[in-house]
């Protein structure tokens, strides 16, 4: 009651009988926890330090006290209290729910560059560590060995680097173009600004808006995000593949010119292994320079018209 009381609104006031009442079942709730039963308190040296004692006589006063305290220790267990307690439970469950749902959406519609990058990083970390340290038991020479990580393995890391780094490009600008798009209406609707700086605020968000289009138009950042991010998952897929040896491609490597299977550990199966490897990866930088420019370029020399299909151009050069 007392709560309630503290909560209501300025100017709604609370009878003050139900106020009275309230707060004497409190004191009498209190006094019969004080001179409650000598049964129901806890064991010597269980309770707080310096705990209040007290001794009941064996008279009327005991008696009332004993009594008045089962009362208010049943009325805890009764169906109405039970039903009342998990009443406040639901309730408070659902305002959870409301509460987490709330924060849920504000973290996870954020843009990535805001919520992932320190573990985009860590992982970039970690996975070259992890590819770098595995290189190392491969026992290949040091010449193939230092091609594995400082060609491939590095190449690896750029592409996926390179493939956060477009996908942040994009969100970021389609978050401003979110924003400034929804504040122009806004601005016009605020009461305390002059129409002058109301015209001139909507110019600026509205030439904002303009410069973005344009620049997701010109720089295509979905599209390179997709780009790079397929072509890290076909480079780590060949790498592990080469790793384990589980493709028919890199089994053949385990026979030698009479079909005979040699060890896994063998420094000549590793190395064929690697020829085999050296040239699938070669080959898909080549076929992903072509799709670049025949897909990625085109659609961002010409913003307005569809990109081509593949094979339709070849290029030369780097997809950087």
Do not use: C
Request: hydrophobic share 45%; glycine share 6%; charged share 20%.
């Amino acid at each position: 009651v007392v709560l309630v009381w503290a909560t209501l609104p300025a100017g709604v006031k609370l009878d003050q009988r139900l106020l009275e009442i309230g707060l004497a079942l409190i004191a009498i709730t209190l006094l019969a926890y004080l001179l409650r039963p000598v049964g129901d308190r806890p064991a010597a040296g269980s309770g707080p330090a310096g705990a209040a004692s007290v001794s009941l006589p064996d008279d009327s006063l005991g008696r009332a006290a004993a009594w008045l305290w089962t009362l208010v220790r049943g009325l805890g267990s009764t169906p109405v209290m039970t039903w009342v307690a998990n009443l406040i439970r639901a309730l408070w469950s659902v305002i959870e729910a409301f509460l987490m749902m709330f924060v849920k959406t504000a973290t996870t519609i954020l843009p990535t560059s805001a919520r992932l990058s320190d573990s985009d990083a860590k992982y970039n970390q970690q996975n070259t560590e992890k590819m770098t340290a595995m290189a190392d038991t491969l026992g290949l020479p040091q010449a193939e060995r230092d091609i594995l990580v400082s060609h491939w393995i590095d190449q690896i890391v750029w592409t996926s680097s390179r493939a956060n780094r477009e996908r942040d490009a994009n969100e970021l600008i389609r978050w401003w173009q979110i924003i400034l798009s929804s504040s122009i209406p806004i601005i016009g609707l605020l009461p305390s600004v002059p129409d002058a700086n109301k015209t001139l605020f909507a110019s600026l968000a509205g030439a904002l808006v303009t410069v973005l289009t344009a620049m997701q138009q010109f720089r295509r950042p979905q599209e390179r995000w997709h780009h790079y991010r397929k072509l890290t998952e076909r480079m780590q897929a060949e790498y592990w593949a080469f790793v384990n040896l589980d493709e028919a491609i890199y089994k053949s490597a385990l026979y030698d010119g009479r079909g005979r299977l040699k060890s896994r550990t063998a420094p000549d199966v590793r190395s064929a292994a690697f020829q085999i490897f050296h040239e699938r990866m070669t080959r898909l930088k080549e076929e992903d320079l072509q799709v670049f420019f025949s897909q990625v370029a085109p659609a961002m020399a010409q913003p307005d018209q569809p990109p081509a299909q593949p094979g339709a151009g070849q290029g030369q050069g780097t997809s950087s």
